[in-house]
């Protein structure tokens, strides 16, 4: 299932809500170096929590590219629905 992402018209950009994936970043980085600094660098335990982060990340920025910027005429349409360049007719 591919989910799309709401576009602000005003400025064609993504609109900003609070993520869970940013929060879970956060968290998880936390996680990690206390983590760390308990079992030492060198642990196991630290590189799984250190992959647990590059992993989010990973997910951060694949969601990032399957956002939707609407063209200019999409923001015009929405805008502007009665528009002729907008107007779809059945044939």
Do not use: F
Not at 31 to 58: F, K, M, T, Y
């Amino acid at each position: 299932m591919k989910t799309v992402e709401r576009v602000d018209t005003t400025n064609n950009s993504p609109i900003t809500q609070p993520q869970n994936i940013q929060q879970a970043i956060l968290a998880a980085l936390t996680q990690a170096r206390q983590v760390c600094d308990q079992q030492g660098d060198n642990s196991p335990e630290c590189a799984v929590a250190w992959d647990r982060i590059e992993e989010l990340q990973a997910q951060n920025a694949h969601q990032q590219q399957l956002k939707h910027y609407l063209t200019s005429l999409e923001s015009y349409c929405e805008r502007y629905p009665d528009a002729v360049e907008c107007l779809i007719y059945d044939l």
